[in-house]
């Protein structure tokens, strides 16, 4: 029996595939990882995966739609498809550049009698458990979540002397910088921290025809909010995804009305 971790690289994926080690020890775990490009997946959630491979004795097996897309990028991805969204709303990225790479190469290498696949998510993530759960358990595979199901031995990385990267510091999870599945406040982490994945998401906005995110239940493009962020940003409001987003728009709110008087403002930022 085969047990494939799906390996982000990713806090919550490295505390899974420690688990999954200490329970069924190292022969038979495989490690896959999608290797998204150094520009959207941040270098030091690169070297935290490796680090935790290493500590494990595990190599990594990279499965990857690098000879469609050899940029391996989210967004360069979305503008040479010219589409945000497949299928019945799945963000185009993570199909082309995640599931599909392996789904092709789960069922070329085993079946579903053959392994069981694990997953990193945590009592925050029900809801992508459960549609996890219904797309592959439907096709015959069959799941597990070390986080959600198991008794824990193991609650943080640094337990084992590998910290948490930086990344993390800013950013809740350790996912693309430039999620098209995020919302505003991660945007605005974006602008502040990021202005060339800003820029090449604006880009994609242009070339696309639509919007990433929607404001007030309408389609809103990134370059519809640059004004207001550049006064939040001179303003001092902290560009961190760790402060709950009530908290942070009541806080832009109340910046733009004291910084700006004149600027355009709407009661909902979000």
Known sequence: MKHIVCYSGGIES???AIEVVR????KNVILVNHNIC?????????DYKYNIADYLGLNIEFVTAQETFPHLDPIKT????????????????????????????????????????????????NNRCA????????AGWRLDF????????IYDTAEIGIPRPEHYQIWQHGNCIGCLKAGWLHWYCVYVHRRDRWELAKKAEKEIGYTINRRNNLPCLLIEREEEFEVLRRAGLPATEWIPSGKFWS?????????QPEFNFKEDLR
Do not use: Q
């Open 14 to 16: 490295a505390l899974a």
């Open 23 to 26: 329970k069924y020890g190292r």
């Open 38 to 46: 150094t520009e959207a997946e941040d270098p030091d959630i690169k």
């Open 78 to 125: 979305c503008i040479e498809i010219r589409a945000f969204k497949v299928g019945k709303g799945r963000e185009l990225c993570t199909a082309k550049l995640k599931t599909e790479p392996f789904m092709r190469w789960l069922s070329t290498h085993y079946r579903p009698d053959e392994c069981v696949i694990y997953y990193g998510f945590t009592s925050f993530e």
């Open 131 to 138: 549609r996890r759960i219904e797309a592959m358990c439907k």
């Open 146 to 153: 070390p986080l959600l199901w198991w008794d824990r031995t």
């Open 251 to 259: 806080m832009a709110r109340n910046l733009l009305k004291n910084n």
